[in-house]
């Protein structure tokens, strides 16, 4: 969606994950697509990440610094952790350490409406899914023209570090996590730990999918040898499926399109020139011309999705108690994340991720929110006939995804109590590391709190 923000047209860019009741393509209407959508924690989180929205270790110092006059980007250079480094400015912001975890703390007060983070749009890494691949020396384009967005990003960070494309993102790939652990790498006897059905089946299509990419990328792979191992190629995807951002794609930037716009003026005087062609005919095929790049903007390229890879916006952290949103801005290529909450110094600087439930939060970011706003949990219901499945919240309003018939609350509340004592029962078994055993009763805890709120609400309704 355009918005207008100080006078300025804007591309509304949300996070790249599922959102709550809308489809999931690992992204929706709440993630990357001209609104910010992503994450933030108001609680410690697990894992080993730099990324907002997962838990990560505490923060390297290697940070850079820079600022944004133009859109050329300088080479790095070291200085205390600060989100501030070549083509991006953080305002008030630097990487700090809570309690052995990354993530990014106020260096002064902040308000609601207050520019966090600008990112020239160089030092994204963007992916336009109808781009032609720009690595052929490191995979070929068969594989790039059929690869999903997700893995074409993890392809352009494995390539720049290995040194297959220019040397434009360093700081930035210095800043990512050494290594990931979203419950794609679980095994089969771990993911049962979560005892939810559909978020198991969910991840394990996902590690099916991953497995036949890795497969087909090695099989594409030309660059030098040797090839990224199968877990280097997952920690490349787990990287852009936590951290990415989407949006409508805004068709050229306008310094390319004022160029363009230059050299059919000029190509169209020296045709009147040579051709002896009326003026009149002349002007009507510029404003055809025109027209055409106008419908292309309102019409096409509007239904056409980039993504991007946003350096220091995802290095954030996430809460669903917080408000934010990062837009890009067609005059000047450039991203910017506001806030709409405010934080005192010292303090831990948050942003929203989006409409997501734990499911979400799990499966693509690794940790787990507790007293997650948008918590739901997916139900499957008999109530004589009727069979329904869906989404039920913590205020007992049941989301119907697909089934046929009514279902009546005692169905409802029959149902969530079936599944909270299978979540219960879960609980006593302990196979699998330490961590994702924590990781997944962390999980369990806060459907069973959602369900034991959903049922409350069910039964004072039939009172």
């Known amino acids: 969606m355009d918005v207008m923000v100080g006078g300025h047209q804007c591309l509304r860019f949300l996070r790249t994950a599922p959102s709550v009741g809308t489809r999931c393509e690992h992204e929706t209407s709440c993630a990357p697509v001209g609104r910010l959508t992503r994450l933030h924690r108001n609680h410690p989180l697990r894992g080993d990440l730099s990324h907002g929205g997962m838990g990560r270790r505490a923060a390297r110092s290697i940070t850079t610094s820079g600022t944004i006059g133009s859109s050329a980007i300088t080479e790095p250079s070291t200085s205390p952790p600060s989100l501030s480094y070549p083509g991006v400015k953080a305002n008030g912001l630097q990487l700090a350490d809570f309690e052995g975890l990354r993530g990014v703390q106020a260096t002064q007060p902040i308000q609601s409406g207050d520019t966090l983070v600008n990112v020239l749009g160089p030092a994204a890494i963007r992916v336009l899914p109808e781009d032609s691949c720009p690595c052929t020396n490191f995979v070929r384009p068969d594989f790039w023209k059929q690869a999903p ?57 996902q590690r099916r999918e991953w497995a036949d990419l890795y497969t087909a990328f090695s099989e594409a792979y030309c660059g030098p040898s040797p090839a990224p191992d ?45 051709a002896h062609v009326p003026l009149e005919s002349a002007l009507n095929a510029a404003i055809a011309a025109a027209l055409f790049n106008l419908l292309y903007d309102v019409l096409l390229s509007g239904r056409r999705r980039w ?108 149902a969530g109590e079936a599944l909270k004592a299978q979540l219960l029962l879960a609980g006593k078994q302990k196979s699998g590391s330490a961590e994702r055993v924590a990781l997944a009763a962390e999980y369990r805890a806060e459907k069973i709190r959602c369900l034991e709120l959903a049922i409350a609400a069910l039964n004072r309704g039939s009172q």
């Open 230 to 274: 199968k877990q280097t190629f997952l920690w490349a995807l787990q990287c852009v499926r936590s951290r990415a951002f989407s949006g409508p794609h805004p068709g050229p930037p306008i310094q390319q399109r004022l160029a363009s716009g230059a050299v059919l003026c000029t190509l169209g005087a020296a045709y009147v020139i040579w």
């Open 149 to 205: 967005w997700y893995a074409k990003a993890g392809v352009l960070l494995l390539a720049e570090r290995s040194g297959q494309l220019p040397a434009t993102h360093t700081a930035y790939l210095r800043l990512l996590p050494e290594s990931l652990d979203t419950p794609v790498l679980w095994t089969d006897s771990e993911l049962d730990l979560l005892a939810h059905p559909p978020v198991q089946e969910k991840i394990k299509q």
């Open 307 to 414: 993504y991007a890879l946003l350096p220091g916006v995802d290095s954030i952290n996430h809460s669903s108690h917080v408000e934010s949103d990062v837009a890009y801005r067609v005059f000047g290529d450039s991203f910017e994340l506001t806030t709409g909450s405010s934080f005192q110094p010292g303090e831990q600087v948050f942003i929203s991720y989006g409409l997501q439930s734990n499911d979400t939060l799990l499966q693509y970011y690794g940790f787990v929110e507790q007293d997650n706003r948008h918590e739901r949990v997916q139900l499957d219901v008999a109530d004589g006939e009727s069979r329904a499945q869906g989404l039920l919240g913590p205020d007992g309003s049941f989301q119907r995804v697909s089934g046929s018939g009514e279902v009546g609350r005692q169905a409802l509340v029959q």
